[in-house]
């Protein structure tokens, strides 16, 4: 049974991002030609979008296991969790932030979850997942760990 499903789509900001490469070329392309500027810009912008949109990972709390991404660990591995927000989250994902760690991170969102494991077999600490509702997943998490 699903208890939590998030896709985390890209910020809407990315589109504006995106759609600066279309001045850029025309601005690029002007000496040769102002519709090949345009097209390529279109081009340009269009692909940035979409691979914003494909690359959007999937965060599951399902069946007594946690899917982000391609990955998954069982619930029962799971040691803790907690929730970071700003600055917090910042120094969460960078200077404290151990390399073994898995990561699924945007870095248009800004809450993340650490989700601690506690399989002394796996190199892998903890997690850190970008997702725009932290407390639902840890709540999810929570949830299907006590109940499994």
Known sequence: METY???????????????????ASLLTFAPVSIVAGGVVGGVLAAGVMLAAVLSAPTIVVADGMLRAGS???P????????????????RMRGPELDARAFLV??????????VDLVDPDDPVPYWVLSTRRPEQLAAAIRGTTETA
Do not use: H, K, M, Y
């Open 105 to 114: 991170l945007r870095p248009d969102v800004d809450p993340v979850l650490r």
């Open 5 to 23: 499903r998030e896709r985390v789509w890209p910020a809407p900001w990315i589109a504006v991002i995106a759609l600066l490469a279309v001045p």
């Open 71 to 73: 990955a998954r660990v």
């Open 75 to 90: 619930l029962s591995l799971i040691g803790g969790t907690a929730v970071a927000r700003g600055a917090e989250a910042r």
